[in-house]
């Protein structure tokens, strides 16, 4: 909203996106390794990673790129994944630990994919069938139900 409101641009600002993005890596690996306790210090670090990340999506988001196209497809189900992603991703965690896998890389890898795979493939469910797209997007249901036909 703040991008919005102040009217930043940032195309443009590629190498300052990878240059902040390279910056949050070190010092992330230096908190894991100095056992940092969550606090200041860490929100900083979510602040400059979602700092690189903006100004990464901001230079790539042409839809002749392919990067460009897989962005255009999830900004398509943005709320769903917003709505549903922790859901997936602790239902996730719970049938491995419930099955024994403990592995972190596992849990790490499939908790990436159910969390964006899950709710893109619910949402395309409830797109097929009115009621239960009212839940994901009730204005717009509503809103074609009042048309006088």
């Not at 991008?3 to 600002?13: A, D, P």
């Not at 769903?80 to 896998?101: C, E, G, N, S, Y």
């Not at 249901?141 to 006088?148: E, K, P």
Request: hydrophobic share 55%; net charge positive.
């Amino acid at each position: 909203m703040s991008i919005c409101v102040f009217n930043v641009q940032l195309h443009g600002k590629k190498k300052l996106g990878v240059l902040s993005g390279l910056i949050f890596v070190i010092l992330s690996i230096l908190a894991y390794v100095k056992y940092v306790v969550p606090g200041a210090f860490t929100f900083i670090l979510g602040l400059i990673a979602c700092f690189s990340v903006i100004l990464l999506v901001a230079n790539n988001t042409e839809n002749s790129t392919i990067f460009g196209k897989v962005m255009g497809f999830l900004s398509k189900y943005t709320m769903p994944i917003f709505l549903m992603h922790t859901i997936m991703a602790a239902t996730l965690r719970t049938i491995l630990l419930r099955i024994d896998v403990t592995n972190g890389i596992v849990h790490i890898v499939l908790g990436l994919i159910i969390s964006f795979g899950g709710p893109i493939l619910a949402a395309y469910i409830m797109e097929r069938t009115t009621w239960l797209e009212f839940f994901l997007y009730p204005n717009k249901v509503l809103h074609s139900r009042s048309r006088i036909k």
